[in-house]
């Protein structure tokens, strides 16, 4: 009779941990900022540092993926929409599919803020495009369907952060990782960080009076998201005590290790949580607390993804 070894896997670690908080963040990120442009207030620089920051957090993803792939050339299957079709499982191909039209719609989104705004249209070569006649066109339609084109965006992001747990759950060998709460989680987490995010471009890098509302809205958004996201948690930790031996030793990874519970649930999660609370409640009168919460909860959703790729306990027959 075959007895049976439980061991971490060592394939996927801190590279896949990097995609999927980049991905989720970056989609997240371009998700927000449109429908805060399209339903709060028109927001020109939100837009476009949501939009060109959140880009190049997908970039990023993308090529820590690309460079991991064991044959390279591999990647135009996944670029084709029609391996869709005939390879409805395969999530990486739903994830490429995600990140690209999210990037390509994001980018028409901010396209006619780009054309309105003299940085752009001083660069040499980006400014002699967006006069071309092509790409006045182009602005002018997507300035016109305005919505169309945030709406269109958006949903490629929300289906990019949750492809990131999707994907993590499409392991039956991991019992920590199968697990159907798992794309909740990684969604929720998503979201949260670009709240925590865009809290300090809004505080930092692009102050303004007239955003107080706006912050206002994001502190609260991400109060809920981060106490959602401990219930999720906890809940996690009741579902893998109580199933598979894989799951259990995952459990017992994550929760005796300090960092774990002291980096990740106390200062990533429970910290920034009480330090926003305060801010929605009574305010600060002051930025750094919100700015001091937003670095946390961005730490904490890697540290998330980190934890999650090493507790990853698989069994084999020996």
Known sequence: MDTMTYTTQSIWTWWIAMYLFF?????????VSFLTDMYCRPHRKLVLWGALSGVVMLAISS??????????????????????????????AWGTQFILWMMVWGMLYALPYMR?????????????????????WLSGCCLKR???VGWLATVNGIGTAVYTGLLIQSFPAVALWHNPGVP?????????????????????????????DIRHRYERMDVILI???LVILFSFFNYTLSGSESGYRSAKLLWNDMGWLVGFIGFGLIV?????????????????????AALLVLMGGYMLRHYFMYAGVYAYPW
Request: charged share 10%.
């Open 184 to 212: 909740l989680l990684f969604t929720v987490s998503a979201f949260s960080t670009a709240f925590a995010y865009l809290l300090l471009l809004l505080n930092v890098f692009i102050p303004d009076e007239n955003d107080q």
């Open 63 to 92: 090529a820590v993926l690309f460079g991991h792939l064991l044959h390279h050339v591999a990647v135009i299957y996944v670029l084709n929409p029609l391996v869709l079709f005939y390879q409805p499982h395969a999530w990486i």
């Open 116 to 136: 309105e705004t003299p940085l752009f249209m001083r660069m040499p070569l980006v400014g002699a495009l967006l006069q071309t006649k092509f790409v006045a």
């Open 23 to 31: 991905g989720g963040l970056g989609a997240a990120t371009l998700s």
């Open 146 to 148: 305005r919505r169309i």
């Open 272 to 292: 920034p949580f009480f330090l926003e609370l305060k801010g929605v409640i009574k305010g600060w009168g002051g930025r750094m607390p919100t700015v001091a």
């Open 227 to 229: 106490a959602t996201e």
